[in-house]
């Protein structure tokens, strides 16, 4: 069973991943999940956290000479901004009288988590549910990616829109719709949008927001190509690819939607304009004529391209505050609090989106063939597609 943990405050000492399950004999490079946590690090909007972290993984367990030995796999990434912290971090008793964290900012975890945990500083909370946490799923994403390649399978995403800019997403979403050149122009776009033009729209709305003490949202997609017809299963409701895939998009801090396919343009027509009409070829192998399913249908692949739409929130921590509550005293005030942030997280969201679609794409194709080693699970894969 593959199974991943993750732990580690914003402002602690590292962040701690444990990843269970991955075959023995799995050859995996550092410089491959490192250049994931740099991308997740990128795009225009990001504020001055990423300029003093330097994110690289280090293999603490389960890895030898380049491969996997089978065994529970350990990953450390430094938080290098411990050092300013380890006072307010440290995990031992402390004689300097700390002021709490009261004043709860609207949209975040600070009041719900709060409340939950009988905390009466929210600091408590903010270190656990900050977006930094995803750095270490990136980390498990980039294992994930180099399993994966060993099936013909890769994962990319883009940046459809941020704010009210973005493209006219009703398009088609079968193979041919993403030229490969595609991915290269979205790698060297500030915003991760293959689009050069609105590229440059894009930031001059976070720039907007930005003078206006304000935050952005927008929307990214992730898709998934090479996934063989048979992952995921609908004997049980949380077996379904669809469901593990909706589950994982809507983990990232700020997702609040989640479409797979055409998603809820489907719900704008009828029938005979959705279902995607099945072709088998003269070579053997099948396709659709259209992908409107996003490559998901009754829960199972269905060979095309999995395609998932992702809708992120403004970010809740704003240069000019909105009002709220002061906890400690139970008074209404006139700003909440305001802790060093982002304007705009779209385009490291859809990093970590794709870090999401590595890992559940993983689990799923471990549930259908099995494997010790890699060996045999590529013997089980070969074997399932000649039958």
Not at 85 to 107: D, K, L, S, Y
Not at 114 to 133: A, C, F, L, M, Q
Not at 343 to 372: H, N, Q, R, W, Y
Request: proline letters at 4%.
């Amino acid at each position: 069973m593959f199974r991943f943990l993750t732990a580690g405050e914003s402002h602690g000492p590292c962040l701690t991943m444990i990843v269970e399950g991955l075959p023995a004999g799995l050859a995996v490079e550092k410089e491959v999940v490192d250049a994931d946590l740099r991308r997740r690090q990128g795009g225009y909007g990001r504020g001055g956290r990423m300029k003093i972290e330097k994110d690289a993984i280090r293999f603490l367990a389960g890895v030898r000479h380049g491969k996997t030995l089978g065994s529970p796999i350990t990953m450390q990434v430094e938080n290098l901004d411990w050092v300013n912290w380890e006072e307010r971090m440290n995990a031992a008793p402390v004689e300097a009288e700390m002021e709490p964290v009261t004043r709860v900012r609207p949209g975040h975890a600070d009041f719900t988590g709060s409340v939950k945990y009988g905390h009466d500083d929210v600091r408590n909370v903010i270190e656990r549910s900050s977006s930094r946490e995803t750095a270490s799923r990136v980390a498990v994403g980039g294992l994930c990616r180099q399993f994966l390649s060993q099936f013909g399978i890769t994962v990319h995403s883009h940046v459809l829109s941020v704010a009210n800019v973005g493209y006219d997403i009703s398009r088609s979403m079968t193979g041919d719709a993403y030229p490969e050149d595609m991915w290269r122009q979205v790698e060297e776009s500030a915003m991760r949008c293959a689009d050069a033009e609105l590229t440059e729209k894009m930031i001059a709305r976070i720039l907007e927001a930005k003078r206006d003490g304000d935050t952005c949202g927008g929307v990214f997609e992730v898709a998934a190509f090479g996934v063989p017809i048979g992952l995921g299963s609908f004997s049980q409701w949380d077996r379904r690819l669809s469901t593990r895939v909706g589950m994982a998009m809507m983990s990232i801090p700020s997702v609040k939607g989640v479409e797979i396919g055409a998603g809820f343009d489907a719900t704008r027509t009828t029938g005979s304009h959705v279902h995607d009409v099945l072709r088998h070829e003269e070579n053997g192998s099948w396709s659709h004529l259209t992908n409107n399913a996003g490559g998901i249908e009754g829960g199972i692949s269905n060979g095309e391209p999995i395609v998932v739409r992702v809708g992120v929130k403004p970010i809740p921590t704003l240069a000019h505050p909105l009002p709220s509550v002061d906890l400690a005293t139970k008074e209404n005030i006139d700003q909440s609090r305001y802790e060093r942030s982002d304007v705009c997280v779209v385009p490291a969201a859809g990093v970590v989106g794709e870090a999401m679609m590595s890992i559940v794409l993983t689990e799923a194709l471990l549930d259908k063939f099995g494997g010790d080693s890699i060996e045999e699970t590529l013997r089980n894969y070969r074997s399932y597609l000649q039958q």
